[in-house]
């Protein structure tokens, strides 16, 4: 009995001292996944604050500003810090080195931390409270004449910045973009597989040409006439893997696909794509939405789930396309009940003809933000398309008004629901040249109007 007591309680011991050794392993880690772990740096840029008074810190980053030979400015990922130079004749060596730098160059300062002068902080910095005395200084490179200012308020063109990519990634901006991207990259992949027991599988990239689709970049091998695919998408490894008992899937893919300079394409894009077995619709409905919320940035605000849906023909009737934008509330309006009995020529011939319709959509205030000039300016010359504004007293104003009856115009208020300011957009044809005008899949939209 005593024995077994001893047993008992020493295998109590060893689980809280292994319960010990974790919580410690765990408190190392931690500290030691710290941006400025295991670097130069004792802390960041944008990581100082008052608490850090009297602290001696190193810093590391860029030039981000010199400014009358008294402070610099440093930058790195997380924000600035501002640098004050000594002035003291003993420190006149360490002076001439920070006033000599340039902007962008990369230097490593160790100083210590102190509050600013009364009435000298900087409210839209967020170590606007505090600077560090420049006890020392490294220069790891000095930078020259760059092509444009590392300055969110400056412009560059889109191809300058291509041009000098690397540059143009120092920027705030797309720091934060990257980011961005990391962690929510991150997030799903947590989602996914500790959430919903998936698994992360990377398939090949080299790989055999398949039909269909869209052309596919293709790389030569060693073997004369031979050559492999780069793939549009992993379907057919995830189908095979679907065979082969991974019944959940995923992957945070590469695809590449030769379109050529379709606007809206690129030749090479990253996706997350799953695959999963024993499912229905709305269990796939349901991953995404979790998905979705899971690896959204808090910032964003929440993100409300169930998603809206609709069905395909509801989509097609109320605007015209089956991937509508629905920030636009602006659904497609039928007349053809309204005009039926018009004198309107054109209006009559197309109703009378198989399929024949009469559409609109309202633009609440579009009269208003827009003006007249820049509706006739881009529809005047477009057949079938009519122009409908309502002025403030609720008449009409368009080449149509002088052939409605007051009937019928009461009528087309009503039915659209027009108020003064707004703008009518009616086109009369068959169903699928109404939806090309109403929906404006050519050059000029509504939407590009309005924005």
């Known amino acids: 009995m005593a024995a077994k007591s ?3 309680l020493q295998r109590l011991f060893n689980g809280l001292r292994t319960q010990s050794l974790w919580l410690q392993s765990s408190k190392s880690t931690s500290s030691q996944g710290r941006p400025s772990s295991l670097s130069f740096r004792t802390h960041t840029c944008g990581e100082l604050r008052s608490d850090h008074v009297g602290d001696k810190v190193t810093l590391c980053g860029w030039v981000q500003y010199l400014r009358q030979d ?10 600035l ?5 000594p002035q003291e004749e003993s420190a006149s060596g360490l002076k001439s080195a920070l006033c000599d730098l340039t902007v962008e160059s990369v230097i490593q300062v160790t100083g210590t931390v102190r509050l600013r002068p009364s009435g000298q902080e900087n409210k839209g910095m967020p170590t606007g409270e505090i600077e560090v005395l420049a006890e020392n200084v490294e220069i790891f490179n000095i930078c020259q004449k760059l092509p444009f200012e590392i300055k969110d308020f400056v412009k560059k063109s889109e191809s300058l910045r291509m041009q000098y990519r690397y540059l143009d990634l120092r920027s705030s901006q797309m720091q934060q973009n990257l980011r961005l991207r990391s962690q929510v990259v991150m997030k799903m992949r947590d989602y996914l597989c500790n959430v919903q027991g998936f698994v992360d599988v990377e398939t ?4 055999k040409r398949t039909p269909g689709g869209a052309k596919e970049f293709v790389v030569p091998s060693r073997e004369p006439g031979m050559f492999y695919s780069l793939p549009q998408s992993p379907q057919q490894f995830k189908q095979l893997l679907m065979v082969a008992g991974v019944d959940r899937y995923f992957q945070i893919a590469r695809c590449y696909r030769d379109e050529g300079s379709k606007p809206d394409r690129q030749p090479e894009f990253t996706q997350v794509d799953i695959e999963m077995s024993f499912v229905e619709q709305a269990g796939i409905m349901s991953l995404v ?3 979705l919320q899971h690896s959204w940035p808090p910032e964003k605000g929440p993100i409300k789930v169930p998603f809206h849906t609709m069905k395909y023909e509801e989509a097609m009737r109320d605007y015209g396309v089956d991937k509508p934008d629905t920030r636009f ?9 309204v005009f039926s009995a018009s004198d309107v020529e054109f209006l009559r011939s197309a109703l009378s003809k198989p399929g024949g319709t009469v559409q609109a959509i309202c633009v609440p205030g579009g009269a208003v933000s827009t003006g007249r000039s820049i509706w006739w300016k881009h529809f005047k010359h477009r057949n079938h398309l009519l122009v409908v504004l ?3 007293d609720g008449t009409l104003k368009s080449p149509l008004k002088k052939l409605l009856s007051q009937s019928v115009t009461d009528n087309l208020l009503k039915t659209t629901g027009a108020k003064p300011g707004d703008v009518l957009l009616m086109a009369a044809g068959s ?3 109404v939806v090309t005008f109403i929906t404006f899949k050519k050059k000029h939209s509504v939407f590009d109007l309005i924005s």
């Open 390 to 392: 309502i002025r403030a």
């Open 204 to 207: 090949p990239t080299l790989f």
């Open 329 to 337: 509330n602006m659904k497609l309006i039928d007349l053809s009940e």
């Open 6 to 8: 001893r047993f008992v």
């Open 70 to 79: 008294l402070f610099v400015i440093l930058r790195d990922f997380t924000g």
């Open 289 to 291: 939405e979790g998905l």
């Open 81 to 85: 810090t501002q640098i004050l130079i």
């Open 431 to 433: 169903l699928h040249t």
